[in-house]
């Protein structure tokens, strides 16, 4: 792991703006980074109990991946296609059985995947059972966050590809983890663009001038340069200054009183306290801080601030179509003021969501002009440059050995 300054990360030379536009770099990507990557999909609370199920979508390699918690505690991972005539055996985004049924023949199947059932056997001949379970995906649980690898046989282990991301993060306290509030928009511009929208704070002076601009700047700090930037492998951390100060104005009424930390439990406000104390959470402790990008590659924000953690991701759809998904863990309100702080907190970050999203597509039909072939970026900007170069690598890597070497931060 590397820990330095932005002007020691900053790279000579701008980053090219092809990789937003091209279809084949996009084909690429879909091969070489997401074909071979191991894709944070989501938390194990999502299937709790046994039979309980969820499916996941990548678009990108045109597969929906079917998680269950089986009988045994184990969860596993699946094709959501039937190995019979390659329906796709669950219709629903989520819910829980003890066994799966395909609608279309009925075929049937144990939540270990091992086929259960089959109508009029008898006219398979020499049918193998034992060889028509549902097709496999490869899934590890790291902290709870669930990973999937579309390889055959992957290339690397979930150890060696998180690195040393898992000692960084390792042992936080997920608040809330069994409860998100989900937002999810479908955009049309190329999914790296709406991952750099996320991951800087140089933009919140002009795009969120009103709603985040008084916590995240100062007198002192006015365009919000970053506290600590570090390169984690091919995953990445960036620690934003916060006006410590900060505090809403006499006239900010209805702010002033979500504001008020009286209105959380005393359960909750030790586990805040607790989150807050670990490492790397606020990794400077410093007292101007506000949230840290924690950037899992190739396309999740793992963040966190001072009331909890979130995620934002970035699924690819097409070259320029994107699915992004925002969760928000919150918690269920213990009392009305509770309720209260919640829905004040989750009406902000829809607001300041929605202000980023409102300028993505234009930066699309910018890129698309071919008006300009770079970005400029500074130094707060910096982890845009090391996600960039490290998607080039396993875009153009022969392997994921390849890809991988020399991971750190230049």
């Known amino acids: 792991m590397s820990v330095m300054s932005p002007s020691e990360c900053l790279p000579a030379g701008a980053v090219p703006l092809e990789p937003y536009r091209s279809q084949a770099l996009f084909e690429a990507e879909k091969t070489n980074l997401f074909g071979r990557a191991w894709l944070l999909v989501g938390r194990e609370e999502e299937v709790a109990k046994s039979g309980d199920f969820v499916v996941k979508q990548v678009e990108i390699l045109n597969a929906a991946a079917l998680i269950v918690r089986g009988k045994d505690g184990v969860v596993r991972a699946f094709y959501n296609v039937c190995p019979h005539r390659a329906n796709q055996v669950v219709w629903e985004d989520r819910g829980s059985t003890p066994i799966f049924v395909c609608r279309y023949h009925n075929w049937s199947f144990s939540t270990d995947g091992t086929v259960r059932g089959v109508p009029d056997q008898a006219a398979f001949p020499g049918l193998d059972k034992s060889k028509c379970g549902l097709p496999p995906i490869h899934l590890e649980i790291w902290d709870g966050w669930m990973f999937l690898n579309f390889q055959r046989q992957p290339e690397i282990s979930l150890d060696d590809y998180l690195g040393d991301l898992k000692a960084y993060l390792g042992g936080i306290e997920y608040i809330h983890a069994h409860d998100a509030i989900v937002i999810q928009t479908h955009l049309k511009c190329n999914w790296k663009i709406v991952a750099d929208a996320f991951a800087e704070a140089y933009h919140i002076p002009a795009i969120h001038s009103v709603s ?183 875009t153009h890597a022969a392997s994921v050995a390849d890809a991988m070497a020399g991971a750190e931060m230049k």
Not at 254 to 273: D, M, Q, W
Not at 318 to 344: C, D, L, Q, W
Not at 351 to 362: A, G, M, P, T
């Open 212 to 394: 985040l601009k008084p916590r995240f700047a100062s007198q002192d700090n006015p365009f919000g340069r970053p506290l600590d930037i570090r390169g984690i492998g091919p995953h990445g951390v960036n620690s934003m200054y916060g006006y410590g100060n900060y505090a809403p104005r006499d006239d900010q009424h209805v702010e002033k009183l979500a504001f008020n930390p009286a209105h959380r439990s005393e359960e909750g406000r030790a586990a805040i306290t607790r989150f807050n104390q670990h490492p790397a959470v606020n990794p400077t402790k410093t007292r101007d801080w506000s949230m840290d990008v924690n950037y899992v590659f190739p396309n999740t924000h793992l963040d966190a601030n001072a009331l909890g953690f979130f995620t934002h991701q970035f699924w690819p759809i097409s070259v320029n179509e994107t699915r992004h998904e925002a969760r928000f863990y919150v918690g269920k309100p213990m009392n009305v003021r509770e309720r209260f702080a919640i829905e004040h907190r989750m009406a902000h970050a829809v607001d300041i969501v929605l202000e980023d999203l409102s300028n993505v597509e234009r930066t699309q039909r910018g890129v698309n002009s071919r008006g300009t072939d770079y970005m400029q970026l500074s130094e707060s900007e910096i982890l845009i440059q090391h996600a960039a170069d490290h998607i080039a690598r396993w």
